[in-house]
């Protein structure tokens, strides 16, 4: 009946991957530049090492601009739900689904992410570029 807005399905891929990738770059880039030393410590508060709160900005700024690019698209996605998971976990869980606090807004990111591993990039994409296209 709606058939017509199949042809938007690039589009929603390409929002959804600007939209995540957005949002994971300006995460990343305040840890990665300026506020690393408060990361660190709230890591270490949760149990985890120096290491890898690193690599949490890291997989959030250099993920996002993966995600942004349409690069290693399914790639990226995973450690951005890895990241997601974790801070749902050990930083969100307790407040609840509705609490101050709340895992809302990291469960949507890790739904979001895994929509792009399941559907890929989209057309609109470097993935598309470098891979050719795929059925």
């Not at 974790?86 to 895992?103: C, E, L, M, R, S």
Request: charged content about 15%.
């Amino acid at each position: 009946m709606l058939r017509f807005l199949d042809r938007l399905q690039p589009v929603g891929l390409l929002l959804l991957r600007l939209g995540l990738g957005a949002i994971m770059i300006v995460h990343g880039k305040q840890k990665v530049f300026g506020g690393m030393p408060q990361f660190i410590d709230a890591v270490h508060k949760i149990g985890f090492g120096t290491m890898w709160a690193y690599l949490a900005a890291y997989t959030e700024l250099i993920g996002g601009v993966l995600l942004v690019a349409g690069l290693l698209t399914r790639l990226a996605a995973i450690p951005v739900i890895i990241d997601m998971l974790v801070a749902i976990v050990k930083v969100h869980w307790h407040a609840g689904f509705t609490g101050q606090g709340n895992y809302q807004f990291p469960l949507a990111l890790a739904i979001m992410a895994f929509a792009l591993i399941c559907f890929g990039a989209g057309p609109v994409s470097l993935d598309r570029v470098f891979g050719g296209k795929r059925r």
